[in-house]
């Protein structure tokens, strides 16, 4: 438990992306680096963007594996050489072992880092982050092979982190692929958008969804609909619902939004303590996810788009009351906006995780009042 609390690059609970053996559903962009691999044009930076949870990690481990298990392509036979297929090595394979032991010498992870002072994960890769990549080059560079960076995720990075990297891209150390997980490119830098190549992944299909969550471990059963609803395709926030009983949250929040705009007052302490408590930062997440979630989806329903699926008990008859028509869906989605980025604030400044629920509850119940 105390590597998942420090690796902010995997979901609790779930395989870490290293040590899941099959990418589903994302077959267009691993063909489109085999491509490259096969026809011996690797770029040496890659951008693997797309939604959270659909396998960007897993695909850039899937791609270090094979790039530190396979021999270059020969350049002078490149008419009878077998062309590859497959990303796939076998977990027999010296590479993959050590890989998943953590102690392979030419692959670096970079991630958001512990703050030596306070002991807490940071909130961003710092550029002491990137800068330690110049001694794994220099100690990787004697044996001669190839070496592979995978950055988790690159829009994580400060201003000065992103300028390191980019000095990076711009002269790229001999046979090395940097491989750059990103969620949303528009956070990036364009000149580092503009050195990389694009592989992007899309979200999954209810068919795909089950299988993912099978390889994890996690049998949805009943769930599998409420669960695919509200990942939107993204088996990283079906597995995240599932693990940490997300859907009964969620159940709860819809609950506690029907009593509004008269707010029960002890389900909101309730909700407050549950979240709020110590230890429960991944509930809190968790919660806050699941209030913009639920904003969308009643926006929508004002809009005229309501919800095909109910994911909760309740569902379509609160929505339907409490925003029945384009304005009030223009107020919920302006209190969307307006409410959770006073709680990102508050949790940046360390404000009483409880106390920013019920504030957040209560500007709900403000707006489901009547006007």
């Known amino acids: 438990m105390a590597e998942e609390a420090s690796d902010p690059t995997r979901v609790p609970g779930a395989p870490h992306p290293r040590e899941t053996a099959e990418l589903v559903g994302q077959d267009a962009p691993q063909a489109a680096f085999l491509d490259a691999f096969n026809a011996g044009r690797l770029h040496h930076a890659w951008l693997i963007t797309g939604p959270r949870g659909v396998g960007k990690a897993t695909l850039a481990w899937r791609i270090a594996r094979f790039l530190l298990a396979t021999p270059d392509p020969d350049p002078d036979d490149m008419f009878s050489a077998p062309i590859l297929t497959s990303?796939?090595?076998?977990?027999?394979?010296?590479?993959?072992?050590?890989?998943?032991?953590?102690?392979?010498p030419g692959l670096k992870s970079v991630h958001r880092s512990e703050n030596e002072k306070t002991k807490r994960l940071r909130d961003q890769i710092v550029v002491d982050d990137i800068r330690a990549l110049a001694s794994f080059f220099q100690l990787s560079a004697a044996d001669g092979g190839r070496r592979v960076v995978i950055i988790d995720a690159s829009d994580d990075m400060n201003v000065n982190a992103a300028n390191a990297l980019l000095k990076m891209l711009e002269e790229p150390p001999a046979r090395t692929t940097l491989l750059l997980i990103c969620h949303q490119p528009?956070?990036?830098?364009?000149?580092?958008?503009?050195?990389?190549?694009?592989?992007?992944?899309?979200?999954?299909?209810?068919?795909?969804?089950?299988q993912a969550m099978a390889q994890a471990g996690v049998d949805p059963g009943a769930d599998g609909a409420a669960l695919a609803e509200l990942s939107a395709g993204s088996v990283g926030e079906a597995l995240r619902l599932a693990l940490l009983d997300g859907l009964k949250l969620y159940a709860d929040l819809i609950n506690l939004m029907n009593t509004m705009p008269n707010l029960d007052r002890a389900?909101?302490?309730?909700?407050?303590?549950?979240?709020?408590?110590?230890?429960?930062?991944?509930?809190l997440d968790l919660l806050?996810?699941?209030?913009?979630?639920?904003?969308?989806?009643?926006?929508r329903t004002g809009a005229g788009?309501?919800?095909?699926?109910?994911?909760?008990?309740?569902?379509?008859?609160?929505?339907a009351r409490?925003?029945?028509?384009?304005?009030?869906?223009?107020?919920?989605?302006?209190?969307?906006?307006?409410?959770?980025?006073?709680?990102?604030?508050?949790?940046a400044v360390n404000l009483d995780p409880g106390a920013l629920v019920l504030d957040t509850l209560f500007k709900l119940s403000n707006t489901a009042a009547p006007r």
């Open 186 to 210: 528009s956070r990036l830098l364009p000149t580092i958008r503009s050195r990389c190549r694009t592989l992007r992944l899309g979200p999954l299909d209810g068919d795909q969804m089950a």
């Open 87 to 104: 990303l796939a090595v076998s977990p027999e394979h010296p590479v993959a072992r050590r890989i998943e032991a953590g102690s392979e």
């Open 288 to 299: 806050y996810t699941l209030i913009d979630i639920a904003l969308s989806r009643l926006a």
């Open 267 to 283: 389900r909101a302490l309730a909700l407050a303590d549950t979240a709020g408590a110590r230890g429960s930062e991944a509930k």
């Open 305 to 319: 788009h309501a919800p095909l699926t109910q994911a909760a008990p309740k569902e379509a008859e609160t929505f």
């Open 322 to 347: 409490l925003c029945a028509h384009p304005a009030q869906a223009r107020a919920w989605a302006d209190t969307a906006q307006t409410a959770l980025a006073r709680a990102r604030h508050g949790r």
